[in-house]
């Protein structure tokens, strides 16, 4: 687990959303940062992405994933198990600690670094140290609101942002139509 993040991914309809918190912290008792932003749009904006973990290693796996979805011509699956394995077994890339959610108009992953490619069965997911709160509020929000997808997204943070303190209410959101 990663603390000092929360991102959550919805697919609602025809619209997908990506929301992070902003809080970057230092240790165990320091806020280092409050409005960072964790969520990208990849691939001229048809692919949003967010990431739990150390912000160096996130972005050298945001330029190498962009770099994976350009050589599969824009195919998300393909481009997140060639991600994977090169992060896998890559000695360099091996060391780096962080998760990606990924996600187009159809399809949305969880990316780690142990090779796993993890596809939510409900278009739901969240990582990070708020992960399972904003997972658990989204479901429910999804389930019993007419809430469209941002939306839910941003009232899960909201809500893992009252439980967690490692997440923070300066919420960023990328969503795909």
Not at 23 to 34: C, D, E, H, I, L
Not at 76 to 86: D, G, H, K, N, Q
Not at 110 to 133: H, K, L, Q
Not at 144 to 173: F, G, P, W
Request: charged residues 25%; contains cysteine.
């Amino acid at each position: 687990m990663f603390l000092g993040t929360t991102i959550v991914a919805i697919k609602k309809g025809k619209e997908t959303a990506i929301a992070g918190d902003g809080q970057v912290t230092f240790g165990q008792n320091t806020v280092m940062k409050s409005n960072a932003n964790k969520t990208r749009r990849l691939y001229d904006g048809n692919v949003i992405a967010g990431f739990a973990g150390a912000v160096a290693d996130a972005f050298t796996l945001f330029a190498k994933f962009e770099e994976k979805l350009k050589q599969s011509g824009g195919n998300l699956t393909r481009a997140s198990v060639e991600i994977a394995r090169e992060w896998r077994s890559d000695r360099v890339l091996r060391k780096l600690e962080a998760l990606l959610i990924v996600a187009d108009k159809e399809k949305m992953f969880i990316i780690s670094g142990n090779g796993e490619v993890i596809e939510p069965d409900d278009g739901i997911t969240a990582i990070g140290s708020g992960g399972p709160y904003a997972l658990a509020a989204a479901r429910a929000l999804a389930r019993h609101t007419d809430l469209n997808a941002r939306e839910i997204a941003v009232e899960s943070m909201k809500i893992a942002a009252e439980i967690c303190i490692y997440t923070n209410e300066q919420i960023n959101v990328e969503v795909i139509e």
